[in-house]
T-cell receptor, first 112, second 115 residues
């Protein structure tokens, strides 16, 4: 079992829909959780990061962490065609000298 | 502020050759990490450098190596290329890698194709 599992999709939704992207993980030591967005032919850009359990909201984006279930989510409200990209979750057990462990990414298409 | 730059953007090599990729971090950033991205394995960590010292290394064979210069620019080298080395190689820089999860800013990557 990989440390971080993420459904690769593709996921196709109409413009304005609420999108839910998810990752599960097996290492209970993970404490920092991140979501990156990667457009075609570009490097990943950090969207959000959260520490431990709970919710974090930033505009149309909400990140949720449920450590008891080892499950994290990213919600996108009022999705736009410009949100079409690959979304990668990443996590580390603690801050400092540890590399990010990524999911494989979910490819999202928002259709106008 | 200029972002992370990587050169070259695209590269085609043949099996057995070697290749050197370059990364210039954001000005003032001292930590540089390298990742390999493939459709099958996703993003996998190669190594990280901070102040010219390798601080972490991923699970890749010794054919993959890197270094960091005093101006924080970094290079990675892959010797004796294999077909399976075809991938997008991403560099990420951060201010420090210390007490807080420091945001890693990624470059656009170098697309390496091995024939």
């Amino acid at each position: 079992q990989k440390e971080v599992e993420q459904d690769p999709g593709p996921l196709s939704v109409p413009e304005g829909a609420i999108v839910s992207l998810n990752c599960t993980y097996s290492n209970s030591a993970f404490q920092y959780f991140m979501w990156y967005r990667q457009y075609s032919r570009k490097g990943p850009e950090l969207l959000m990061y959260t520490y431990s359990s709970g919710n974090k909201e930033d505009g149309r984006f909400t990140a949720q962490v449920d450590k008891s279930s080892k499950y994290i989510s990213l919600f996108i409200r009022d999705s736009q065609p410009s949100d079409s990209a690959t979304y990668l979750c990443a996590m580390i057990p603690y801050s400092g000298n540890t590399p990010l462990v990524f999911g494989k990414g979910t490819r999202l298409s928002v259709i106008a | 502020k200029a972002g992370v730059t990587q050169t070259p953007r695209y590269l085609i090599k043949t099996r057995g050759q070697q290749v050197t990729l370059s990364c210039s971090p954001i000005s003032g950033h001292r930590s540089v990490s390298w990742y390999q991205q493939t459709p099958g394995q996703g993003l996998q960590f190669l190594f990280e450098y901070f102040s010219e010292t390798q601080r972490n290394k991923g699970n890749f064979p010794g054919r993959f190596s890197g270094r960091q210069f005093s101006n924080s620019r970094s290079e990675m080298n892959v010797s004796t290329l294999e077909l399976g080395d075809s991938a997008l190689y991403l560099c990420a820089s951060s201010l420090v890698r210390g007490e807080n999860t420091d945001t890693q800013y990624f470059g656009p990557g170098t697309r390496l194709t091995v024939l």
